[in-house]
T-cell receptor, first 112, second 111 residues
Framework: DAGITQSPRHKVTETGTPVTLRCHQT?????MYWYRQDPGHGLRLIHYSYGVKDTDKGEVSDGYSVSRSKTEDFLLTLESATSSQTSVYFC???????????FGQGTRLTVV | GIQVEQSPPDLILQEGANSTLRCNFS?????LQWFHQNPWGQLINLFYIPSGTKQNGRLSATTVATERYSLLYISSSQTTDSGVYFCAVYMFSGGYNKLIFGAGTRLAVHP
């Protein structure tokens, strides 16, 4: 299995609080991605990173920010959580050629 | 942006049956992958297939990049094949690759 871990695996938080999810990889892959998965929508790209300090927005980036200060870590922050951000969040890694495509186990976030 | 469409959205099979899942994409892509999400939510990489045909046991996949589609074949289905199958494409945008998913095909295999 690819070395990619997400933390926490489960979190319940209150509306309006900041939340940070962490993705850690040991594969030294250049690309890292954050997705959210909701019923009826499949996996939607929130943000992605193509290198240290290099990030870009995906299709559902509003309300989210990311940071990547090291190759191995990609952080997703909800500045002020809302109930619409209740979802399962997945991190993925890949190489620029498209090889890889490995996923973490997901983080189930509930905003109450 | 690029559209990735999967069909059928839902599929119910009896154990032992064969099936074909389809993925259409609207633009040229650098690469394509098939994933299986098991009932526990884990996403498993099945095939990395920009073109041609690959086989892995009872599963095989074919991508015809010039016609912008890929097919996933499941033969002699088993209950453990149940879950959601996703097609994902690597799209080159702004100088970098983005990995974009289809909505998935939900497969239920009954004994």
């Amino acid at each position: 299995d690819a070395g990619i871990t997400q933390s926490p695996r489960h979190k319940v938080t209150e509306t309006g609080t900041p939340v940070t999810l962490r993705c850690h990889q040991t594969e030294n892959h250049r690309y890292m991605y954050w997705y959210r998965q909701d019923p009826g929508h499949g996996l939607r790209l929130i943000h992605y990173s193509y290198g240290v300090k290099d990030t870009d927005k995906g299709e559902v980036s509003d309300g989210y920010s990311v940071s990547r200060s090291k190759t191995e870590d990609f952080l997703l922050t909800l500045e002020s959580a809302t109930s619409s951000q209740t979802s399962v969040y997945f991190c993925a890694i890949s190489e620029p050629t498209g090889t890889g495509g490995f996923f973490g186990q997901g983080t189930r976030l509930t905003v109450v | 942006g690029i559209q990735v469409e999967q069909s059928p959205p839902d599929l119910i099979l009896q154990e032992g049956a064969n099936s074909t899942l389809r993925c259409n994409f609207s633009d040229s892509v650098n690469n394509l992958q098939w994933f299986h999400q098991n009932p526990w939510g884990q996403l498993i990489n099945l095939f990395y297939i920009p073109s041609g045909t690959k086989q892995n046991g009872r599963l095989s996949a074919t991508t015809v990049a010039t016609e912008r589609y890929s097919l996933l074949y499941i033969s002699s289905s088993q209950t453990t094949d149940s879950g959601v199958y996703f097609c994902a494409v690597y799209m080159f945008s702004g100088g970098y690759n983005k990995l974009i998913f289809g909505a998935g095909t939900r497969l239920a295999v009954h004994p």
